[in-house]
DNA sequence: GCCG
DNA sequence: CGATACG
DNA sequence: CGGCCGATATCG
């Protein structure tokens, strides 16, 4: 079994602003030629912004999308004549989202045919395409410019479970430096064209965090990702009003940001001594809030201070010696090439004695906010190998040594990845608890099944 | 911090 | 175990 | 108002 399974992370009820963008719209879709999935999104993102989404054409319709005016034939001839709203391609819905605003209608009104209803010639010059010569039919200029605009939708769950590809594990794959995520702004690249408001959020999920505002500093870690992945830079509050995670105020902190350049409330924060020093050890991997707080307090002032410390625990000491290391983003394609390494050097070492067994968790995170964050990490502990999002770490230097090793011998190199294998065993209850009858209750079992010598702590050199 |  | 921490 | 992530992972 797996160690742990990703999480199906239960659709949130999305929150519905009934002063979004779209308001008082009355809409018909006509879901001829459009992929049902797409359909749903609009649908959902209507709603969401303030618009009614009908089954059907009726008196109150505001608004019929189609996708063209063949499409229109689905619509019952006799609505369609009396309607006297507006009839609009999906591409403004598209466009709209894209931007954050509410468009003018008038580039992308699609005139319905009294009769006929042939293929509008009208229509075609409306919307104009870049290649007309590549349009053999009204259908084909319409799929050829939504392929054009549309962002695959993501589906952000991750892979879960042993990787099913990916065998080979040539150095080709590790000298392999393509930049997969350049072009396509996807998942794995999310546009981040606001880096001048995630940039300050981040600084305020340390800083909260480190002032024990754990709540606080979640809700801004949650709010990043949903900054991050927006397709357009905000310029004004309004497009940006009927996000989730982003309330009253950080819209407010957002307005000043977008106009000022900066946010008063943490240029506050960092003119305080206390502050900035606590939330810099708080970015000691291994400390939290509480040891900072408490270091501060033994009078400790700087990261050299606390290397002094005798109190550090191993993490926390491994946290400081590779302060910058750490926090280092792996890309993502040098990770797989990892994934594979770590779940063959895995089965080596476990050879495939136990019931946890060495299960990879690799994919992107299902927990809440995290699924778009442009990052992947691995962690690998002494039964189990997780690929998970950001870094790589490791508290224990015997298993680390052999992985590099082995590593190695496959023509890995490591370090320059700033691979820091995970090696923090524990026993009791989590260890290894096998359909062959193996269990260790201590840290020492463990390593002596794995066939590890065993190392006191402070006869670990790190 | 956000949300219900 | 509770406390603490990470992403 | 009160509750709020993770079938969290680890440490002492």
Not at 424 to 429: D, R, V
Request: hydrophobic fraction near 30%.
């Amino acid at each position: 079994m797996a160690p742990r399974t990703a999480k199906s992370k239960k659709q949130s009820p999305l929150s519905i602003d009934p002063h979004g963008i779209f308001n008082g719209m009355v809409v018909f879709l006509v879901p001829m030629a459009i992929q049902p999935r797409r359909l749903q999104i609009w649908k959902q993102k209507l709603l969401q912004m303030g618009a009614v989404v009908d089954d059907s054409v009726s008196k109150r319709t505001t608004h019929i999308f189609a996708a063209n005016s063949s499409s229109l034939l689905q619509v019952n001839r006799d609505y369609l004549k009396r309607f006297k709203g507006k009839l609009l391609l999906y591409e403004w819905l598209e466009n709209c989202l894209q931007s954050g605003k509410r468009l003018s209608e008038e580039p992308y009104i699609l005139k319905s045919e009294p009769d006929g209803a042939d293929k509008s010639v009208e229509n075609s010059e409306k919307v104009h395409f870049e290649s007309p010569e590549a349009c053999l039919s009204e259908d084909d200029c319409f799929d050829h410019k939504r392929i054009k605009v549309s962002c695959e939708d993501p589906k952000p769950v991750g892979t879960v479970g042993n990787v099913d590809n990916q065998r080979s594990t040539d150095k080709r794959d590790m000298n392999n430096k393509i930049k997969d995520d350049d072009k396509i702004p996807s998942l794995y690249s999310p546009p981040d064209l606001n880096r001048n408001i995630t940039e300050i959020f981040g600084k305020l999920i340390d800083i909260y965090r480190a002032l024990g505002e754990e709540r606080r500093s979640f809700s801004y870690y949650k709010a990043i990702p949903v900054i991050e992945k927006l397709p357009y830079k905000i310029e004004s509050v309004d497009q940006v009003k009927h996000l989730p995670t982003i309330g009253k105020s950080m819209q407010d902190h957002i307005n000043e940001i977008v106009t000022t350049g900066k946010l008063s409330k943490l240029e506050h924060f960092e003119k305080d001594e206390k502050v900035r020093t606590i939330t810099l050890f708080g970015e000691v991997w291994g400390i939290g809030p509480a040891t900072a707080l408490k270091l501060y307090e033994k009078g400790h002032r700087n990261l050299d201070d606390l290397k002094n410390d005798d109190s550090l625990t191993n993490s926390q000491r491994i946290g400081l010696q590779f302060f910058h290391d750490i926090k280092k983003r792996i890309p993502r394609h040098e990770v797989k090439d990892m994934e594979v390494l770590l779940q063959k050097v895995g089965e080596e070492v476990l050879q495939g004695g136990t019931d946890s067994g060495v299960d990879t968790y690799f994919g992107l995170c299902t927990y809440p906010g995290q699924e778009q964050r442009h990052r992947i990490d691995l962690k690998v502990y002494p039964r189990s190998i997780y690929a998970f999002g950001q870094i790589a770490w490791t508290g224990n230097d015997v298993l680390n040594r052999r992985l590099r090793l082995l590593a190695e011998s496959k023509g890995y190199r490591l370090d320059d990845t700033g691979l820091y294998l995970a090696a923090q065993s524990s026993g009791g209850k989590r260890g290894l608890k096998s359909s062959t009858s193996v269990s260790c209750t201590t840290e020492k079992e463990v390593f002596e099944v794995l066939g590890f010598p065993w190392l006191e702590p402070h006869e670990r050199n790190l």
